[in-house]
Nanobody, 129 residues
Framework: QVQLVESGGASVQAGGSLRLSCVAS????????MGWFRQAPGKEREGVAIIRSDDSTTYADSVKGRFTIAKDGAKTTLYLQMNSLKPEDTAMYYC???????????????????????WGQGTQVTVSL
């Protein structure tokens, strides 16, 4: 298992920007999949973005064009750059990872968060009007 620690959550006004970070440690090999998920009060956890070890990315339709997922060169830190934030982006944001590769697409993992095997504790993002 890889250990994940998120940071960067904050309260911002609509239209603002934030960058979330997730530091990965342990687990041996670098994760094949890393991603960001979010959960708002009273709602199910939903996928935001996934990046694979080949740096290919997949985004939820609700964040396309506004959010960007990326990893640092050492592949130990995952980022989520969030621009043009909206009140509906308010949620607890979680970093998740899976070390082993599969034949399943990143989009499948985005829709099936339980298939990611390591999770951080979350960082809160609140967007107000």
């Amino acid at each position: 298992q890889v250990q994940l620690v998120e940071s960067g959550g904050a309260s911002v006004q609509a239209g603002g920007s934030l960058r979330l970070s997730c530091v990965a440690s342990g687990g041996g090999n670098s994760p094949y999949y890393m991603g960001w998920f979010r959960q708002a009060p009273g709602k199910e956890r939903e996928g935001v973005a996934i990046i694979r070890s080949d740096d290919s990315t997949t985004y939820a339709d609700s964040v396309k064009g506004r959010f960007t997922i990326a990893k640092d060169g050492a592949k130990t830190t995952l980022y989520l750059q969030m621009n043009s934030l909206k009140p509906e982006d308010t949620a607890m944001y979680y970093c998740a990872a899976r070390i082993s590769a599969t034949r399943l697409t990143a989009a499948w993992f985005l829709a099936n968060p339980s298939a990611l095997t390591s999770w951080g504790q979350g960082t809160q993002v609140t967007v107000s009007l």
